[in-house]
C-alpha cells in the first residue's frame, strides 16, 4: 500500500516472520536472518516488489500476507525441546520448524523519494494498534518514535539499495526494510498440567485454546510507517497497512472452555524493531 506526499512515496507491506528467537537461545535466530535476507530480496524487487522470496515450506520463506489463522507464539524456557510455527506444534527434529518458538507480524517498508526531496532515518517512526486496544484501551500496541531506529543500526535493517544504513543523519531517496512488528500472545505450558503440560500435546492444547484477543473473533491489527519534521515533530509523510489475525475456528470451544486457565497464566508480549 503506497502513500505520495510531496515527493515521498511510502509503501507498507505486511508479512509473517519467523519468532526472532529460536528455542536454542538464538537471537536473532538463523531462521530470521535469512527470512530478512528473502523479505529485503523482495521489497527490493522494482518496479513491483515480489510477493514471495525463498523456498516454501521453511520458516525463512517470505510472502506477503494481510491475514492468518494460528497467530501464537511457545514460551522458549517452558518447552525447550518443541518447536512451534503458526500455531503447530512440531515434534521432529528434522523438521524445519522444530527450533522455532511461533512466529510474528512484521511490516515491511518502502520509502522512495523524488524531486530533490530527501529523508533521514532519524526521522523515521513506526506505530501499531489493534481494534482490541481502541475498545478496551489493552490489546497489541506499540511505537517507535523518530529517531527510536538509530540504537538498533543494521539489526533494523534499514537499506538504502544494498547498503546497510548505520548513519541516521545520512541524506537518504530510497529506504528498503524487512519491517517492524509484533507477537501475539505467547502459550506459556503449566508443568505436570493434565491437559496444559509441557510436553507436545500440552502445548498443542495451550496453543489452540490461546485466542489472539478474548471476546474477538479477529484482530484487525494497523502498522504505520511515518516521517517527522526533525524541528517540529509534525509528521510530513505517512502511510499504513492493516493485518487480520482469526483464531483456528476448531479451537473456540477449547478457548472458552480454558478461559480462567488462560487468563491466570499468559502474558502480553511486545516484539519491535
Do not use: K
Not at 501499531?128 to 490489546?139: E, H, I, N, R
Not at 524487512?178 to 500435546?201: L, V, W, Y
Amino acid at each position: 500500500m503506497g502513500s505520495a506526499f510531496a515527493g515521498i512515496i511510502i509503501t507498507v507491506i505486511p508479512s509473517i516472520a519467523p519468532d526472532h528467537v529460536d528455542n536454542q537461545g538464538n537471537d536473532p535466530s538463523t531462521s530470521y536472518l535469512l527470512w530478512q535476507e528473502n523479505a529485503l530480496a523482495a521489497l527490493g524487487t522494482t518496479p513491483t516488489p515480489a510477493t514471495t522470496a525463498g523456498t516454501a515450506g521453511t520458516p525463512s520463506y517470505y510472502y506477503q500476507a494481510n491475514s492468518t489463522t494460528g497467530m501464537q507464539n511457545v514460551t522458549v524456557t517452558d518447552s525447550p525441546f518443541v518447536g512451534a510455527w503458526n500455531g503447530q506444534v512440531v515434534t521432529d527434529p528434522n523438521s524445519p520448524y522444530y527450533y522455532e518458538t511461533g512466529n510474528q507480524v512484521r511490516y515491511g517498508a518502502i520509502i522512495q523519494a523524488s524531486g530533490g526531496t530527501t529523508f533521514t532515518l532519524s526521522q523515521l517512526g513506526f506505530n501499531y494498534t489493534d481494534l482490541y486496544t481502541a475498545t478496551t484501551g489493552d490489546g497489541i500496541q506499540g511505537s517507535f518514535l523518530p529517531g527510536s531506529y538509530t540504537s538498533f543500526g543494521t539489526e533494523f535493517l534499514a537499506f538504502n539499495g544494498t547498503t546497510p544504513v548505520t548513519d541516521p543523519t545520512l541524506p537518504l531517496t530510497e529506504l528498503i526494510s524487512s519491517g517492524s512488528g509484533f507477537n501475539t500472545f505467547p502459550a506459556s505450558c503449566i508443568f505436570g498440567d493434565p491437559t496444559f503440560g509441557c510436553d507436545a500435546n500440552g502445548v498443542q492444547n495451550l496453543l489452540n485454546a490461546t485466542p489472539v484477543n478474548e471476546g474477538f473473533d479477529s484482530d484487525v491489527v494497523t502498522g504505520m510507517y511515518y516521517i517527522a519534521d526533525p524541528n517540529t515533530g509534525a509528521v510530513l509523510y505517512s502511510n499504513s497497512a492493516n493485518f487480520t489475525i482469526t483464531p483456528e475456528p476448531s479451537t473456540w470451544f477449547l478457548m472458552i472452555s480454558a478461559v480462567p486457565v488462560i487468563g491466570i497464566i499468559r502474558r502480553r508480549r511486545q516484539q519491535r524493531g
